[in-house]
């Protein structure tokens, strides 16, 4: 497996427990029980972040897509499990984050102009 590879499924990971580690936060305010699935979330999430890092994904590429990810998922969730509210300016803020990470993803492709 590409060290790429590694990479984008560590990623992947990671973003999916986070949301699942935020989501379990907000049903732990009815049951306390739930704080378990959060700590276990969080750790797993940065463990599966480091592991990204570890193959060679940038930390700002590695952390705009975590984060613009992580919102909208969990927006969506929230909205769909907990019935929070979704708005079409919350969309267009979702969809913003998204293109600021597509920015920093092109960023990070194009080569700087020679200094020499």
């Known amino acids: 497996m590409t060290r790429s590879r590694v990479a984008g499924l560590a990623l992947t990971g990671a973003i999916l427990v986070e949301v699942a580690a935020t989501l379990s936060l907000k049903a732990a305010i009815v049951q306390p029980l739930w704080y378990v699935a959060v700590v276990a979330g969080y750790a797993t999430a940065f463990a599966l972040l480091a592991v990204c890092l570890r193959a ?61």
């Open 56 to 116: 060679g994904m940038p930390v700002g590429v590695a952390y705009a897509i975590w984060g613009a990810c992580g919102v909208f998922l969990t927006a969506l969730l929230a909205a769909l499990i907990f019935g929070e509210m979704l708005t079409p300016i919350m969309a267009v803020g979702m969809a913003l984050i998204i293109g600021g990470v597509l920015f920093v993803e092109a960023g990070h492709r194009s080569k700087p102009a020679d200094a020499s």
